[in-house]
């Protein structure tokens, strides 16, 4: 069987900083150049070119190897040369000069399956692996295909030729069981056939590790989100140009099996029915970093990032070109977690600044804040006592329990778990967004049941009322919505033993372009006052109280809370 290599592009990645765009030769010289013979015998130096051979027949063995080791030409040795070429159904090695273009071959040799699988293991163990294994298919005791699958245990990256004269087993199921990279070829065999096979299975073979080595070394850059996008575009066109493809399509399968595209090229949307085809998705289960063909589409899975290729009219893709994608894919997969980590490292730098940041002001600040309330005390001891104390006492106890929830967090210091009646936290809740921000116009109305406990702090949970009422009155404000309405609704889910806190407005809703990335520290609609680090805390305290906050728009923006009930 013929085995064609594909040539895979490495990622560009389209930034003035690459440091893979231009690779070149440095030396000390004035002219800058290698001499033709030194870059020749580098290479030589370089590739792995280490063969073996597994027969029983120890005259093929040595006739392989007399073809890829050419000794000097000797008279006598001519009728032992006829008498093998008769025997064995070969034509004798011819004894030209060398090509200097054919590697200088090392040969090792092997009478049988086991003892092969023995040479193959010890020369990993040195770290000197055998890039080519000529293998004879009909052997006493393991024959080749099962030798091969033995050595495929310890050894998947060699490339196997198998060389015979008669075969029980069908290429097709030679490939299936011994890996892509395999080939076939049938006695009577010429010496120059040998050689090139030789030589073509060590070109493929030393290509393929180049190419492993270099995605891998691209794949170790550190992205920021910029820059991730870029690499998103870029995966995306060299997996349609690999395949040869105008359309195909990038994006995100959520858990809930909903898509968002991210990046497209030509018209797949138009063209495949996309709800069809993510059903595939769902009943073949494809695992994580893979790549697989479903009728006339492609499709390929990098941890969250779904990507989508259509292929030619009945094209079916050949296995070694599936393991080249998987390759490029995995790999792939690789640069685009180091991105995101990369981006969450430097979230956390952020927020770590930010922290020490607060700190110093929390210092500075401590001594007033506490101040304040002795102020007021003094105030009702001179008999002025009304509401406008009460209310400076009040922001003052706000001011102190703002800087407390952001210390904490940035800590992530755990929650204080009491008894509380929802309806009275919920209550309070609102009135803290009422008195941050002046509701107008907007209607706020409000049903929970009086009768709820649930297990928390009573701080934090009232702020994160107040931070989702308070986001939603000012979305109706910017927006100018006419009739704004803000609701805050509860129900009790007895089966699964917690509460459901709904709070809805009738605004235009979350941005799409933010809607995954909401509940992340520095995440802002552009608000001119946002910090945004308001929704991370809140998604922080839903989640140390054991529950869960989604978001989602249908007629505005609504934000659902699950909570535990305290019994």
Known sequence: MARAMVQLPLL????????FRKLSFNTPCKKQTLKKEKIISYMKETINTAILVIDDEEMVRDNIEDILLPKKYHVDNDSMDEASSLLFETIKPLLAPRSSNIPDFTVAKAANGPEGLS??????????????????????????????????????????????????????????????????????????????????????????????????AISSISLNEHQLLTLLHNILDQLAGNLQSDMALLGKLNEDFTYEKIFSIGTLE???????????????????????????????????????????????????KMYLLKLFVQNAAKAIRNAELSEKLIQKEKLSAVGNAVGMVMHDLRSPIKSISMLTDILREDGINN?????????????????????????????????????????????????????????LSKTVPADIVVQGD?????????????????????????KPVVTVEAHLNEAANRVILC???????????????????????KKANGTGLGLAIVKQYIVAHGGTINVENRDGAVFTISLPVFK
């Open 12 to 19: 560009n990645l389209k930034n003035k900083t690459n440091p």
């Open 119 to 216: 040479l193959v293991r010890k020369a990993i163990d040195a770290g000197r692996p055998y890039a080519v294994i000529f293998l004879d298919m009909r052997m006493p005791g393991w024959d080749g295909l099962e030798t091969a699958l033995r050595i495929r245990e310890y050894e998947s990256k060699a490339e196997i030729i198998f060389v015979t004269a008669f075969s029980d087993r069908s290429i097709e199921e030679i490939v299936e069981k011994a890996g892509q990279n395999v080939s076939y070829h049938c006695k009577p065999y010429a010496s120059e056939e040998i050689v090139q096979m030789a030589s073509k299975a060590v070109s493929d073979y030393n290509k393929l590790r180049n190419l492993e080595k270099l995605i891998e």
């Open 270 to 320: 138009e063209s495949i029915n996309l709800g069809a085809l993510i059903e595939k998705v769902k009943a073949t289960n494809l695992a994580n970093e893979q790549v697989v063909q479903i009728d006339e589409v492609v499709m390929v899975k990098m941890d969250h990032y779904t990507i989508f290729v259509a292929l030619k009219k009945h094209e079916s893709l050949k296995t070694e």
């Open 387 to 443: 509401q406008w104390v009460d209310s400076i006492d009040e922001c003052a106890r706000q001011a102190s329990e703002v800087f407390d929830d952001f210390l904490d967090f940035i800590k992530e210091t755990p929650v204080k778990k009491l008894p509380l009646n929802l309806d009275k936290v919920v209550t309070e809740g609102i009135k803290m967004a009422e008195t941050k921000n002046s509701l107008g116009n907007v209607n």
């Open 458 to 482: 009573e701080s934090k949970l009232k702020r994160t009322i107040m931070n989702i009422v308070n986001n939603a009155v000012e979305a109706l404000k910017d927006n100018k919505v006419p």
């Open 503 to 525: 709070i809805s407005d009738n605004g235009p809703g979350i941005p799409p372009v933010i809607m995954k990335t909401l509940f992340e520290p520095f995440v802002t609609n």
